[in-house]
């Protein structure tokens, strides 16, 4: 009778336990790091490529070769490719772990729900389109004052995103930086990331995680600080949205404005128009955030 009255207290609820938190961020600054090396790979791709050219020309010429090896090392072209090659590697990688890792799973478990139906409201649309504005115009405003206040780092990253991106007129560097850099990285942030994280922590914690994983993704104090109110954007929306897609939007406006506009507007007046496009846009997108029902969606 007492095992019997034991047997009927056993919960019904079958839902698996929450992952522990610290295992969660450690797990996601671990996809960070592997997303870091397979960049890395990349790089040596292209550079073993290079290198291999460069070792045919010197026709077994060692200084010839080592003089090679040295200007490999700081070629732009160089560098662009490598990111370039990179960005591809990651975009494969993160694509097959994130959609055997959750969709291909939630297929098969029948809790699958497609993004493009949610995509399909207008207000939601408008409401991703002005966030993403708002969020670059606040982005480049903080980028103003963090440069102000750490300029060698500032020159430095300038310098770097120059050569890896092609100064902003390379096709393949727009390709990069508009196209592979947005899908890869949202796959790895907003994808694999937030699907985990929002297992173990509620929105408010899943936004921030994706936030603070994001700045240290990028490896720089300068991109540290301004990619942070995008992360917490971006972070909210996929996981208002359960996709990955809604983000890429975000991070595709966001680089190409970057990109083009960013090269356009005056940098004495950069603050002054940012900050305004940055008032407009975010109460333009709070507006259609109150129509779209996304407050209401869990």
Not at 122 to 151: D, E, H, T
Not at 168 to 181: C, N
Request: hydrophobic fraction near 55%; aromatic fraction near 10%; charge should be positive.
């Amino acid at each position: 009778m007492d095992n019997q009255n034991l047997n009927n207290q056993v919960p019904v609820n079958n839902e698996p336990a929450k992952p522990n938190k610290v295992t969660t961020v450690l797990f996601g600054l671990w996809v960070v790091a592997a997303f870091l090396l397979l960049q890395v790979a990349g790089s040596i791709i292209v550079s073993a490529v290079a290198g291999a050219k460069a070792a045919l020309a010197a026709g077994g010429d060692i200084a010839k070769i080592q003089q090679s090896a040295q200007e490999i090392a700081s070629n732009p072209d160089v560098l662009m490719y490598a990111q370039f090659v990179g960005g591809i590697i990651t975009v494969l990688v993160f694509a097959i772990w994130y959609y055997n890792g959750y969709v291909k799973k939630d297929k098969l478990a029948g809790t699958y729900e497609p993004v493009w139906p949610k995509l399909k409201n207008v207000n939601s649309i408008l409401f991703i389109v002005f966030a993403s504005l708002g969020g670059w115009a606040l982005a480049s405003v903080l980028s103003v004052a963090a440069c102000a206040v750490f300029p060698k780092t500032a020159e430095f990253m300038s310098q770097a995103l120059d050569m890896v991106l092609g100064g902003g007129t390379s096709v393949i560097g727009l390709i990069s930086g508009v196209i592979l850099a947005p899908v890869s990285e949202e796959l790895a942030m907003r994808g694999i990331i937030v699907q985990r994280s929002k297992k173990a922590f509620t929105i408010v914690g899943v936004a921030v995680i994706s936030a603070i994983l994001f700045g240290v993704f990028h490896m720089n104090l300068i991109q540290g600080i301004y990619v942070l109110p995008l992360g917490l954007l971006y972070g909210y929306i996929a996981y208002k949205f359960n996709s990955v897609v809604p983000t890429m939007i975000c991070h595709f406006i966001n680089n190409l404005f970057a990109l083009t506009l960013g090269q356009v507007i005056n940098p004495d007046a950069n603050v002054l128009i940012s900050t305004a496009m940055f008032v407009v846009c975010g109460a333009i997108a709070a507006f259609f955030w109150t129509k779209s029902g996304l407050r209401d969606k869990e």
